[in-house]
């Protein structure tokens, strides 16, 4: 596999030698002027959308037009108009919704075509004028592959780095340009394959192999990288990364680092840089997340602690909220965040050399002083097992919390008319702080009008640590002239037919206990014969206007598909408790509205986008199957809209955060 060695042909290879290096080296700048200019267009795409965003902000304040998100001229609708047809393009994706295949559901369609375009580029760069029928046949394309596969090694470990100048220009955070980081991977395994198969087949043709060998101590080097590589990539594949993450991240960390000591070992003098340019993306990126992780935990006035916490990191509170969720409240945080971030966070007693990244659930508070925030965690396994089993040992347990954040590049929010926000389970941490900082904005900087949001959960417990919250921003919202649904589907016993997944005391159903204004109750044993949306089925619910009553008031309504029954639970309010006379009332903005059977999705993003005037903003936060039915429903219904092609419809903008290793 060595890129300058003796064949033991009468060919000296120290020169590429001489005949290959010219070639070689300029198709090498090729590939990085491509990567600049891709990076430049981005980096003014970027430019342009901050440019609009302000600009629907100030507009928005000084209420100069009726919808500032809608297109002022001719450069903002082509702008616009583009946007929706690389949203169509790119939005839809294929999930395989099993269990034990998901992970092989393929990349969505935008990804797909970045992919299938980077490997083309690969390719072409690969067969360009080095394939000639003659003695130096295999010789030629080893070498090409050798200077294509070395040339891509930078471009890994800059996508890999947090902080990274790719993701400034692009305007993305590391963890949405991960994805890109494997594939370039993938394919730089495969031209590295093709650079050491070549040679191999020209040394075996001559039976030269055992000489190589032995003769040639760069080859053994460049076998090794090759393992390395071809294990990082086995080990990143999803089924062995989950098994046991932590372990992962250490194992990939010390193969990315004995990598570039064996790419080294093996490269020739003239093509070294790549390797330095490596070493020196991977060192900046150490430094820098070490130094941020040291300005985010220093020692501060007015800190309070004990132990540890006193002098580094954060008094952190942990709190088992269920049998399934760990509440982790970190005090005395120095910095601002924007809703939808995340922080690494480090409990040393638990997991001294583990860092997790965790959305921030609480939205910033406008003051300037130090604050607090709050991270729903999930019990899954190995640090948030271990993690929720000593908050369920000892409640509200004080710990040494270290984080490193926020991190993360969300869109503007309230740069949109309509916001449309999508969650289950956990993803309530990113939806929720972005309700919040909409409804309590006090700079007047917003263009927000309408806000749907729709919650699907287990169990309705799993809600009690963030309702009075809802509550809070309802009222919020309604002092700030937002009209706001908010949406809680329960799905416990839905998928597992008429047997609930708590029990035979199961009280995930029982509305009448939930802590809300109006509850739209469908019939699970009804619901559990079907299937959801999200599994190619709907659920419809139909519901009657809610009535006013002086007290608790059960309406029973038919559907007009099978025997699914809706049950409309209305609480009185304040003047209806000293008013007897039962009144009608329309649909207000004031209501949780709980489900008992699985959501049809692409319904609730309808009715909003249909409504809206200006543009809409979907995100969701959630498992791959939901995130993917979002995606489609959103690509579809703004091709089937036209829109700014014309029709007057306006922009979908969608915005997805798993939450999944």
Known sequence: ?????????????????????????????????????????????????????????????????????????????????????????????????NRWASWLSPPSLGRSLIIVIYMAVILYMLLWHSITFDAYYYEKIAFRAAWVSVTQVPFVYLLASKASLIGLLSGSSHERINWLHRWVSRT??????????????????????????????MVKYGIGAWAVLAWTFLTSLTPIRSFSYELFVLQHIAAAAVFLWLLWMHVPSYAQYNIWFAIAALVFDKLAMYAWTAWTNAPASGKTGSGLSKFVGHRAEIRAVNDEMTEVIV???????????????????????????????????????????????????????RLHAAAANQQNTGVTAIITGPLGRPPAWAAFETLI?????????????????????TDGLT??????????????????????????????????????????????????????????NCQCHNFEMAPNLAVEVSNPTAAATQKSDIEKGIIPIKTKPITETSSLSITPSST????????????PSSSARTNSETTSLKPTNRQIIYSSSRPDVGSFIR???????????????????????????????????????????????????????
């Open 1 to 97: 596999m060595g890129m300058d060695m003796n064949m033991g042909m009468g060919m000296d290879m120290s020169s590429d030698s001489a005949a290959f290096v010219d070639t070689n080296s300029s198709m090498a700048r090729s590939y990085w002027y491509i990567i600049a200019a891709v990076l430049g267009f981005t980096a003014l795409l970027r430019i342009f959308q901050i440019a609009e965003t302000r600009t629907r902000l100030r507009l928005g304040q000084l209420g100069a037009v009726e919808h500032p998100t809608q297109p002022r001229n001719a450069l903002a609708q082509a702008f616009a108009t583009g946007s929706a047809i690389l949203r169509e393009i790119a939005g839809p994706k294929y999930h395989i919704n």
């Open 188 to 217: 730089l395994l495969v031209t590295v394959t093709v650079h050491g198969g070549f040679f191999y087949v020209e040394w075996y043709r001559a039976d030269l192999v055992e000489v190589e060998l032995q003769m040639m101590t």
């Open 331 to 385: 005090h005395n945080v120095q910095f601002k965040w924007a809703a939808g971030q995340h922080i690494y966070l480090r409990i040393p007693s638990i997991g001294p050399l583990e860092a997790h990244p965790f959305t921030i659930a609480s939205a910033c508070p406008d003051t300037s002083s130090a604050s607090s925030i709050q991270l729903l965690i999930e019990k899954r396994g190995g640090f948030t097992k």
């Open 421 to 441: 926000l999508i969650s289950a389970s956990t993803g309530i941490t990113f939806t929720l702080p972005i309700l919040e900082s909409i409804v309590n904005n």
């Open 447 to 504: 263009c927000v009008r309408r806000i749907e949001m729709l919650h699907v959960v287990r169990k309705r417990d799993s809600t009690d640590c963030y309702i009075e919250r809802i509550k809070t921003a309802i009222t919020a919202a309604e002092r700030a002239g937002i009209a706001l649904t908010v949406r809680i589907a329960v799905t416990c016993g839905t998928s597992t037919g008429t047997k609930s997944c708590c029990g035979s």
């Open 560 to 571: 007009e598909k099978g025997d699914i029954t809706s049950t409309i639970i209305s609480r």
């Open 607 to 661: 009715r909003p986008v249909r409504a809206s005037a200006g543009e809409t903003q979907v995100a969701v936060c959630g498992g791959k199957s939901i995130v993917a039915c979002v995606r489609n429903h959103v690509a579809a219904l703004s091709d089937e809209r036209g829109v700014h092609k014309g029709t007057g419809a306006q922009g979908i903008a969608l915005f997805t955060e798993h939450y999944c290793f």
